[in-house]
Nanobody, 119 residues
Framework: QVQVVESGGGSVQAGGSLRLSCAAS????????MGWFRQAPGKQREFVAA????????YYADSVKGRFTISRDNAKNTVYLQMNSLKPEDTAVYYC????????????WGQGTQVTVSS
């Protein structure tokens, strides 16, 4: 099993930046990919970004491409989401997730961290 814990959320004005962290523990040697998802009030959960831990390939939703950057520190079992040029529509609870396979679903989820962007 893998446990993931997000941190770094907060409130920021539009145009500002935040960096989210996701620390993984447990059977981290089995984790193939990790990703970030978000759920805005009254909205469905949506994919934000993902990274393969072995090769570092990254993937982004079109809505955040060019503004957000996902990265990893394998030595620390930590994944980051650097969020720049934040917009009010980025306001959501952000969740980190881990998967044992690169092409499979995410089986391990964090508790979420709130990101609020004000205009």
């Amino acid at each position: 099993q893998v446990q993931v814990v997000e941190s770094g959320g907060g409130s920021v004005q539009a145009g500002g930046s935040l960096r989210l962290s996701c620390a993984a523990s447990g059977s981290t040697f089995s984790v193939s990919k990790m990703g970030w998802f978000r759920q805005a009030p009254g909205k469905q959960r949506e994919f934000v970004a993902a990274i393969r831990l072995s090769g570092g390939s990254t993937y982004y939703a079109d809505s955040v491409k060019g503004r957000f950057t996902i990265s990893r520190d394998n030595a620390k079992n930590t994944v980051y989401l650097q969020m720049n040029s934040l917009k009010p529509e980025d306001t959501a609870v952000y969740y980190c997730a881990a998967s044992y396979v690169a092409s499979g679903s995410y089986g391990y989820w964090g508790q979420g961290t709130q990101v609020t962007v004000s205009s």
